[in-house]
């Protein structure tokens, strides 16, 4: 049987920041994306990030740490379309725990968290902080059709919303599945 697969997202345009943000630092120098790249790939090994096809800075970046670079031609349409095309390119998978690439402060520990729920046969697994629910988030392989039929800025969340109880909550002492990076003050904050 296979394993889950790590899917991270990074075919956003970023244009709330101005810039393409994946490529800022936040941690010694080291790229955003790149830090949310490496967390996931040393939770799950198996792991792919979606792109812009057009973006070769960001997937030579990737491709260094080590995931499976996925273009994705549709990623304009929105979220949606990048999940769908990441789900598509690791479909052998039997669930996948899906990342996002501007969220680069996601504990270890909570990848293996959603990992372990998956494997322990949770539909859909997801991570809350204090009440809050957040990112990454597990889905099983049951949910590989209505994930490969998304095609907008939806993502997940609509098939998280219809199948609310089915979903496994996971508490983690963890800041960092709330705490995306949409702005450059959001970067600022993230050195002090």
């Not at 810039?19 to 830090?35: E, R, S």
């Not at 929105?78 to 504990?107: T, Y």
């Not at 597990?138 to 979903?167: C, P, Q, T």
Request: glycine share 10%; hydrophobic share 50%.
């Amino acid at each position: 049987m296979s394993e889950p697969a790590g899917l991270l997202l990074a075919a956003g345009s970023g244009t709330r920041f101005g810039a393409n943000k994946l490529l800022v630092p936040v941690d010694d120098g080291v790229p955003m994306a790149v830090c949310a790249a490496r967390t996931l790939y040393a939770a799950l090994p198996r792991s792919a990030v979606v792109v812009q096809s057009e973006d070769a800075q960001l997937s030579q970046l990737l491709a260094h740490a080590g995931l499976e670079i996925v273009p994705c031609a549709s990623a304009a349409l929105g979220m949606g379309a990048s999940l769908a095309c990441g789900v598509a390119a690791l479909h052998e998978a039997s669930g996948w725990v899906v990342a996002l690439a501007d969220m680069p402060f996601v504990r270890q520990a909570t990848f293996a968290a959603i990992v372990g729920a998956l494997r322990d046969g949770a539909a859909i697994a997801v991570p809350r902080y204090r009440g809050q629910r957040g990112h990454p988030v597990g889905f099983s392989r049951e949910f590989r059709e209505a994930l490969l039929a998304l095609n907008a800025d939806i993502g997940g969340r609509d098939i998280i919303a219809v199948n609310v109880g089915r979903v496994t909550w996971i508490d983690v002492d963890d800041p960092g599945i709330v705490r995306d990076i949409d702005s450059p003050t959001d970067v600022e904050e993230s050195r002090r």
